[in-house]
């Protein structure tokens, strides 16, 4: 596809339980970032990474919250124990780096609407 | 810390009636400043990214401006179809990871 996908669209479940959240990013892309998004908020940063690793993970609020990228493109985002507090949109973001890059705009997927009961 | 406020938080506008969105910005070195626009269930769409002060950009009916405090989002005769939450964010050069800080957003409504 043209764009970041992400799934589920919409992902409903109970306090305590594991939830893993998915993004396929733009096709040679090698940066993917995770933002979170609360009800008439900007989206706030989680988790960046860079190829393979995470670059910086400075914006997960606890080690509930977990990603990987095994193979430097689809990306899962792994809450464990969730809380009602969870509850948000998910998105996931990709840009194209180079060394030196100057810039690199950022482009979003649909998010994933997580609901936490 | 870098930090980003944007103003006004809503914006009701009759077709036609031109109007400014404020977006203040406290940044360790700027490395470039980005507009988004949300509609309502999607994910933030990329419209601009501005680097130093003076610069300007414009897109069909909405132009994008940067000072060294505060970036500006002009919509010139606006269409119903402008309606969206427009965010802005900042990129710093100490923020570890090229991460962007985002502002709570501008919700607009252009009613016909």
């Known amino acids: 596809g043209a764009g970041v996908s992400q799934t589920p669209s919409n992902k409903v479940t109970e306090k305590g339980k594991y939830v893993e959240l998915r993004c396929d990013p733009i096709?040679?892309?090698?940066?993917l970032y995770w933002y979170r998004q609360s009800l008439g908020q900007g989206p706030e940063f989680l988790i960046y990474f860079q190829g393979t690793g995470a670059a910086d993970d400075s914006g997960l609020p606890n080690d509930r919250f977990f990603a990987v990228r095994p193979e430097g493109s689809v990306s899962t985002l792994k809450i464990q124990r969730t809380e009602r507090g969870d509850s948000a949109v998910y998105l996931c973001?990709?840009?194209?780096?180079?060394?030196?890059?100057?810039?690199?705009?950022?482009?979003f997927g649909p998010g994933t609407r997580l609901t936490v009961l | 810390e870098d930090q980003v406020t944007q103003s006004p938080e809503a914006l009701r506008l009759q077709e036609g009636e031109s109007s400014s969105l404020n977006c203040s910005y406290t940044v360790s070195g700027l490395r470039g400043l980005f507009w988004y626009r949300q509609d309502p269930g999607k994910g933030p769409e990329f419209l601009f990214t501005?680097?130093?002060a003076g610069e300007e950009k414009e897109k069909e009916r909405l132009k994008a401006t940067l000072t060294k405090k505060e970036s500006f989002l002009h919509i010139t005769a606006p269409k119903p179809e402008d309606s969206a939450t427009y965010l802005c964010a900042v990129q710093g050069f100490k923020a570890a990871g090229n991460k962007l800080t985002f502002g709570g957003g501008t919700r607009v409504l252009v009613k016909p």
């Open positions: 501005l680097y130093s």
């Open positions: 096709s040679g892309h090698t940066a």
């Open positions: 973001a990709s840009s194209f780096m180079t060394s030196g890059s100057s810039y690199n705009e950022q482009f």
